[in-house]
Nanobody, 115 residues
Framework: QVQLVESGGGLVQPGGSLRLSCAASGFTFSSYAMRWYRQAPGKERELVAV????????YYADSVKGRFTISRDNGENTVYLQMNSLKPEDTAVYYC????????WGQGTQVTVSP
């Protein structure tokens, strides 16, 4: 069955870094653009970053541009989100999403940025 499993979340101080991973299985990963979303308490889910199938193009929300980097390894069926210079407003549950003929979602991983 299709699975997207995020990992790498946790508690970090402002200015710190985290690397999220999303391991995919059950579908042709290389045929899907991959996205990272986040949802903070009381807020709508927000698109954070997108990477194309062959990693030829990326997109970032203005709020994370220059601080976050999305990448993928099609050989390992994994997408990553490197998050640097983290701010308290980055606190949210982060979800990966596979966008293609069908859309698939992971279960999310909590990121908390706090002193």
């Amino acid at each position: 069955q299709v699975q997207l499993v995020e990992s790498g979340g946790g508690l970090v101080q402002p200015g710190g870094s985290l690397r999220l991973s999303c391991a995919a299985s059950g579908f042709t990963f290389s045929s899907y653009a991959m996205r990272w979303y986040r949802q903070a308490p009381g807020k709508e889910r927000e698109l954070v970053a997108v990477i194309s199938t062959a990693a030829g193009s990326t997109y970032y929300a203005d709020s994370v541009k220059g601080r976050f980097t999305i990448s993928r390894d099609n050989g390992e069926n994994t997408v990553y989100l490197q998050m640097n210079s983290l701010k308290p407003e980055d606190t949210a549950v982060y979800y990966c999403m596979a966008r293609g003929p069908y859309d698939y979602w992971g279960q999310g991983t909590q990121v908390t940025v706090s002193p």
